[in-house]
């Protein structure tokens, strides 16, 4: 189970600032190349893990949730190469594993 305070903390300083705090620990956010969305690699609970914004031109509902201003963050689990869940304004849902 993923630690929901903490991914909600990273996905609002990612999408204000230029760097994230987490576990006594700084991470520098970058941007993509092609789109310029933000993104940040961050360890939670001994894993790795990328932060990145939503891209809104995409169709899918988070797409649109990103259209209509809401801040979409997808989490990547970097060992298992797999999306792990997405934080939608305060609020995480995981994927299933």
Not at 7 to 35: C, F, H, N, P, W
Not at 52 to 76: D, T
């Amino acid at each position: 189970m993923l630690d929901h305070a903490a991914l909600v903390a990273v996905s609002e300083q990612m999408m204000k600032g230029t760097d994230v705090e987490i576990g006594g620990k700084k991470y520098r956010v970058s941007r993509t190349g092609s789109q310029g969305l933000r993104t940040v690699r961050f360890l939670l609970d001994g894993r790795e893990y990328q932060a990145i914004e939503q891209n809104p031109e995409k169709p899918s509902q988070w797409g649109r949730l990103a259209r209509e201003g809401h801040r979409v963050v997808q989490i990547r689990d970097l060992e298992r190469e797999k999306y792990a869940g997405v934080v939608v304004d305060d609020k995480v849902r995981e994927y299933a594993r």
